[in-house]
């Protein structure tokens, strides 16, 4: 076996070079066989990376990933023995970056497979560390399975259908799928149906000539020509009136339109991204959005994940967004702020969590947002929700809760306001990475106790 693998990874040497993103080939025990300079340069930080596991190498793992909490390309690809793609995040000499992981068997004349090409492509729509730029930033699990959406979808020409509850950044993911499409170039328009009668909706969207109602003292260029060669993105789809919908399928159908008070049919040229907080489907079947229509818009939905369903981003988020707001870059949040924050509902998601920040700028003269900073009705809710020291609820004397719940509370606290990574965090709490990683998946696969 040893013998085939050193052939085969001869053979490849030059294959590999060819590739211009990061490409290594990988043993069954996960060894790296090989690697091309773009690889190296990624990741060896004045270290060999070959004959050391791939694990070790990119995540700083000292098991696999599928020990550690994830899954793992190499072992879907050697269970199923087909090309796998998963959303991953690597360790860099930058910091943590998003990757799209490749995996695919390499097989020999018998068709036996004995090792694996691992092709590393750079996810560009998001990042997962502060930093410059407005673009979306996140690492918790539940923003990686969107990002993971938003990245396959990017490069194509799909009409995409952003699902997603108010301040989830709808328009961010939105200027995301633009930014990494063909068409980033071009121009990315977005229109707010929310805000448009069933008077401004044709001239809004498609222009109108001069004279055609009143009013129109000269000719207007529609949102739909803006938006040739670019992104056309429909915010709140949900709100357009029903007899207006028509108009838009038939733009959608035809790919045409007619400016108001023109007889001359234009050709459009856009790639289309809506969003809306409703549920659709259930409009359909009340009779409130065409059928038709929604199965137009809605080819790839991606659903949005609420603040709360991605608080492990918390920390990340704060120091994100303090960065991009002015004076944000010199004021820091009291442990006690970050805690109560943790144990927040946000029901205003993202757009909520900015305007408090946007709120303890200006009320933080010493430079630090504590507890006297934050709305009084956010530190009111955590003093009515308690303070027992595993940070969930009040007992009353005499009360008893079971270990298991103790822990389970504890935790869900200290990974919700850690501001560092799980090895880190494994050391401060006398346990395993292993076990910690274990027991942060059991957490988000039931939801919290109340």
């Known amino acids: 076996m040893e013998h ?21 080939l990988i043993a069954p025990d996960y060894r790296i066989l090989a690697s091309n300079s773009a690889y190296r340069s990624l990741y060896n930080e004045g270290q060999q990376v070959a004959e050391r596991h791939c694990y070790e190498v990119s995540h700083g793992y000292s098991v696999p990933c599928d020990q550690a909490g994830e899954s793992c390309p190499l072992r879907l690809c050697s269970d199923t023995q087909h090309r796998q793609r998963l959303l991953h995040l690597h360790n860099t000499p930058q910091g943590e970056e998003h990757v799209d992981v490749e995996m695919q068997p390499v097989r020999n004349a018998e068709g036996e497979t ?6 590393m492509h750079c996810v560009r ?13 996140g690492r918790a699990p ?13 490069p194509s020409e799909i009409s995409v259908l952003l699902l997603g509850e108010s301040g989830t950044g709808k328009e961010l993911v939105a200027r995301a799928l633009h930014d990494g499409s063909p068409r980033a170039r071009g121009p990315f328009v977005t229109v707010e149906c929310s805000g448009l009668s069933e008077s ?26 803006v938006a040739r060669g670019g992104t056309l993105f429909l915010d709140e789809i949900g709100e357009i009136p029903l007899q207006q919908q028509v108009k838009l399928l038939r733009l959608i159908e035809t790919g045409t339109f007619r400016a108001v008070g023109s007889v001359e049919p234009q050709h459009a040229d856009f790639r289309l991204v809506c969003a809306t907080h409703r549920n659709l489907k259930s409009m359909v079947a009340e009779g409130r959005f065409r059928q038709d229509l929604y199965y137009r818009i809605s080819p790839f939905p991606i659903p949005l994940p609420t603040l709360k369903e991605r608080i ?11 960065t991009r707001m002015t004076g944000g870059d010199l004021i820091r949040l009291s442990s006690a702020a970050q805690r109560a924050l943790g144990r927040y509902d946000f029901p205003g998601n ?20 504590d507890l006297a900073q934050l709305p009084p009705e956010l530190v009111g809710a955590q003093a009515g929700a308690g303070g027992a020291a595993a940070g969930g609820d009040t007992l009353a004397q005499g009360d008893v809760v079971p270990l298991a719940q103790l822990e389970e ?9 850690f501001d560092g990574d799980n090895r880190e965090l494994a050391q401060q709490l006398g346990v395993s990475e292993r076990t910690l990683y274990r027991k942060l998946r059991q957490l988000r696969l039931r939801p919290a106790r109340h």
């Open 4 to 24: 085939e693998l050193h052939r085969i990874t001869a053979e490849m040497a030059g294959i590999l070079e060819g590739i211009s993103e990061p490409a290594t």
């Open 114 to 119: 004995v090792c694996f090409l691992e092709i």
């Open 125 to 137: 729509e998001a990042k997962a560390r502060a930093g410059e730029g407005d673009g979306l930033v």
């Open 142 to 154: 539940a923003f990686n399975r969107m990002l993971e959406l938003v990245h396959r979808a990017a």
């Open 200 to 225: 401004l909706f044709e001239s809004e969207l498609f222009g109108h000539e001069r004279g055609a109602f009143t009013g129109a003292v000269g000719r207007k260029q529609g949102l739909v020509d």
């Open 312 to 322: 492990d981003d918390l920390p990340l988020l704060v120091r994100v967004l303090l």
């Open 350 to 369: 993202i757009r909520e969590l900015r305007n408090i920040l946007e709120r303890g700028i200006l009320l933080a003269d010493n430079g630090i947002i």
């Open 409 to 417: 509370r504890y935790l869900r606290q200290v990974a919700a306001r």
